[in-house]
């Protein structure tokens, strides 16, 4: 699932878990009446992503975003409506050859979250799945793995966070991290599917 420029949140709304490829719409589509489910942020969620010391939560003003992620010079800028989102949503951020970030912001909320990375080794990807678990430690994390996608993925009582692991042709993973409010997951189909099972430890 090769997502190009501008195209990040827009190719995994269209993909969400499913694991096919990118244009496929998925099977269960976004919820038009989500904007009135979603829980309210009163105050910045304690799960989050991180960019070195600096950390970025749901609910935190949009233009917090790109002062913890900047878009690197290659990098191409997200900034559009979502396709099958209702009025209301956008998302900006940015994308490159080798990663990108991308957000969902909602009435100047941020309520969605991603960070993805097109090809990372084995040491890389343990150093990403440990600095992630670290910053969101309150969370119990279970494994899935369906239809050759490896989820690593945990839930409070608002958020949802969830890693996937695509193993690559070049023997490394394309792997995209994403949290955001989990009714918005919900409706975007990006909760893991069923599949077999593992419990991992916190």
Known sequence: MKLHHAGLLAGLLLVGCSGGEAGVIA?????????????????????????????????????????????PSRGF??????PGLPEGFKSLGWESNTD??????????????????????????????ESVQSANSTLKYEMRTASGVDYWFGADAMTTLVISRIPTKSKAYQVTVTLGESHLMGAMNLIPPAGEVSSIAK
């Open 77 to 82: 800028p997200i900034e559009e409506v979502v």
């Open 27 to 71: 099977e269960k589509p976004v919820n038009r009446q989500i904007a009135s489910q979603m829980a309210e942020f009163l105050a910045p969620s304690q799960t989050c992503l991180v960019n070195g010391r600096r950390r970025l939560s749901l609910g935190e003003s949009a233009d917090r975003a790109l002062l913890v992620f900047p878009r």
């Open 100 to 129: 990108g970030f991308g957000a969902v912001v909602f009435e100047n909320q941020l309520v969605l979250l991603m960070r993805q990375f097109e090809a990372l080794d084995t040491e890389q990807f343990a150093q990403l799945l």
